[in-house]
Antibody
């Protein structure tokens, strides 16, 4: 059974930092790219960032580029998201998700339950 | 890029069929086999129900079907059931791991 368990969310002041973690199990972690997707309160989903299976290739939404850093530790089957210079608009539930890529597209076939990040003074 | 456009809410009675639409551009929704759909119950994680425009993952009911015409994708749910009440999100893959979501559609089962 695929399990993804996020942690590290909480309340942080504007301009502050937070590091999210996602512990993965139930699949061969190294084989798959992983992503972070967020959902602001009462809003739709927003893709944030993805990392390749080996960790060497990273991808970011424009809204978080240069502030957020995605990484993974394959020896510990854990995904991370380092978030710096946080803004009020970063307030959201952050979901960790496993990628499934076919020849034409990538989707997220398994999701964690999410961790809430609140940016407020 | 702007989010894909979805109707805010749709409703139907048990047993009926409903369709949720998702509009984009030729650069996203209009791409080849790039649209997916997710179901999300309140307080829960999204669940993949359609990928590559029309395919269903193993275990997803065949009451869910996807289609596309040009830059508009559609999700049809037939034989509506109470447990189908949820938010539905469309998504278009635009390459280089970038994916664009819609604003979500709330399905109300009357």
């Amino acid at each position: 059974e695929v399990l993804l368990l996020e942690s590290g969310g909480g309340l942080v002041q504007p301009g502050g930092s937070l590091r999210l973690s996602c512990a993965a199990s139930g699949f061969h972690f190294t084989t798959y790219a992983m992503s972070w997707v967020r959902q602001a309160p009462g809003k739709g989903l927003e893709w944030v960032s993805s990392v390749s299976g080996g960790g060497g290739n990273t991808y970011y939404a424009e809204s978080v580029r240069d502030r957020f850093t995605i990484s993974r530790d394959n020896s510990r089957t854990t995904l991370f998201l380092q978030m710096n210079a946080l803004r009020a608009e970063d307030t959201a539930i952050y979901f960790c998700a496993k990628d499934y890529c076919s020849g034409t597209s990538c989707v997220n076939d398994y999701w964690g339950q999410g961790t809430l990040v609140t940016v407020s003074s | 890029q702007s989010a894909l456009t979805q109707t805010a809410s749709v409703s139907g009675s048990p047993g009926q069929s409903i369709t949720i639409s998702c509009s984009g551009t030729s650069s996203d929704v209009g791409g080849y086999n790039v649209v997916s759909w997710y179901q999300q119950h309140p307080g829960k994680a999204p669940k993949l129900i359609i990928y590559e425009d029309t395919k269903r993952p193993s275990g997803v009911s065949n009451r869910f079907s996807g289609s596309k015409s040009g830059s508009t994708a559609s999700l049809t749910i037939s034989g509506l059931q109470a447990e189908d009440e949820a938010d539905y999100h469309c998504c278009a893959y635009a390459g280089s791991r970038f994916r664009l979501f819609g604003g979500g559609t709330k399905l109300i089962v009357l």
